[in-house]
């Protein structure tokens, strides 16, 4: 029996659940257009997990796949079209957004894509241009 604590998140209507075991490999913001308008919002808060850690708890045959780039397949309930997680096979994680899991803890460490922001934000983390170097990224940062 595992003794690591559990996150519960469910889709926008409840069919979907989802569990994310242990804790993410880090968590921050992306303001890439992509994420912007996928989340309906000027920023994405990610928690991003090792993929064998999250898992669909209830009502696995509601979920679908959009894959717009080799980068993301975005996972999401075919009911009411509540995101659920995005798998990021290039860099071996899977991204639970932060909303989804309202028991986390959530504490950011990053910004990633800032060059491409509609809303700075002031809060003293590292602004990457694009992404770490350990993601593919130049590893440029920028100034707040």
């Known amino acids: 029996m595992s003794d690591q604590k559990s996150y519960s998140g469910r889709c926008f209507c409840g069919a979907v659940g989802i569990v994310a075991t242990g804790e993410p490999a880090t968590m921050g913001y992306c303001h890439c257009a ?5 989340s309906a919002g000027p920023v994405n808060a990610f928690t991003l997990w090792q993929p064998h850690t999250v898992r669909v708890t209830k009502g696995g045959e509601h979920v679908e796949n959009y894959q ?3 980068t993301s397949v975005r996972k999401f309930c075919e009911l009411c079209g509540g995101h ?3 798998d990021h096979p290039t860099w071996g994680l899977t ?3 932060a909303v989804l899991l309202p028991d986390l ?8 894509n800032y060059q491409e922001s509609v ?3 002031r809060d003293g983390l590292p602004k990457y241009r694009d992404m770490p170097v ?3 990224g ?3 940062l920028l100034p707040e």
């Open 34 to 38: 992509s994420c912007r308008h996928w």
């Open 68 to 70: 717009k780039s080799d």
């Open 84 to 86: 659920l997680y995005t």
């Open 95 to 97: 991204d639970v957004s």
């Open 105 to 112: 803890d959530y504490v950011p460490a990053l910004h990633i």
């Open 119 to 121: 809303l700075p934000i």
């Open 134 to 136: 350990e993601m593919g």
């Open 138 to 140: 130049s590893g440029d």
